[in-house]
Nanobody
């Protein structure tokens, strides 16, 4: 049974940075494509960023491209989301998710229902 635990959320200022971490236990994350999703109050959950099993391929939502960066350290069984140039509209609960069905070089998927394992989420609040 895999467990994903996010950390690093909190209060940030507009224009500032935060780094989220997603640590896994119970299963090796090197076998999963990983994604970050977020959900703001009253809104649907949305894809933020994804990374392939190899770490070579990444995908980003248009709203965060060039500001956020996803990376992974398979030796630490951890995935990261570096968030720069934060905006108030980035305020949301951020969750990491694992997709165990991708091959090593497949592009990460962007639909939440394609991901099998989820963390509990971490709150990110950006003040203006």
């Amino acid at each position: 049974q895999v467990q994903l635990v996010e950390s690093g959320g909190g209060l940030g200022q507009a224009g500032g940075s935060l780094r989220l971490s997603c640590a896994a236990s119970g299963r090796a994350l090197r076998n999963a494509a990983m994604g970050w999703f977020r959900q703001a109050p009253g809104k649907e959950r949305e894809f933020v960023a994804g990374i392939s099993r190899s770490g070579i391929s990444t995908r980003y939502a248009a709203s965060v491209k060039d500001r956020f960066s996803i990376s992974r350290d398979n030796a630490k069984n951890t995935v990261y989301l570096q968030m720069n140039s934060l905006k108030p509209e980035d305020t949301a609960v951020y969750s990491c998710a694992a997709d165990w069905s991708r091959t090593l070089y497949d592009l990460p998927r962007t639909t939440a229902s394609d991901f099998d394992s989820w963390g509990q989420g971490t709150q990110v609040t950006v003040s203006s």
